[in-house]
């Protein structure tokens, strides 16, 4: 069974940074396309940014692109999304994924493999 787990969440001003990571572990074989999805109150989750295993194809959802960026680093097993320009908006439960399906970076809520506890980011002045 493969394990994430996020770290950096926490409370930010409005234009401020933050920077999330997930570190993987437990039964890997393999590597997989990762990703983080976000759920704010009362909305559904979406995902916000999607990375393919070599790094060289990412996607992001249009209320990010500019602001966010996802990297990764395979030799560390981990994942990260550096936030900036941060809008009261982003103020989410943010989760960290990971799919074994290595064909797309457009990753669903149903579709995903395995899924991080989440990290709060809140976003207020």
């Known amino acids: 069974q493969v394990q994430l787990e996020e770290s950096g969440g926490g409370l930010a001003l409005p234009g401020g940074s933050l920077r999330l990571s997930c570190a993987v572990s437990?039964?890997?074989?393999?590597?997989?396309?990762m990703g983080w999805f976000r759920q704010a109150p009362g909305k559904e989750r979406e995902l916000v940014a999607a990375i393919s295993v070599g790094g060289t194809t990412i996607r992001y959802s249009p209320s990010v692109k500019g602001r966010f960026t996802i990297t990764r680093d395979n030799a560390k097993d981990s994942v990260y999304l550096q936030m900036n320009s941060l809008r009261p908006e982003d103020t989410a439960v943010y989760y960290c994924?990971?799919?074994?399906?290595?064909?797309?970076?457009?990753?669903?809520?149903?579709?995903?493999?395995?899924w991080g506890k989440g990290t709060l980011v809140t976003v207020s002045s």
């Open positions: 437990g039964r890997q074989e393999r590597r997989y396309v």
């Open positions: 994924v990971a799919d074994e399906d290595l064909t797309t970076v457009v990753l669903t809520e149903n579709g995903v493999d395995y």
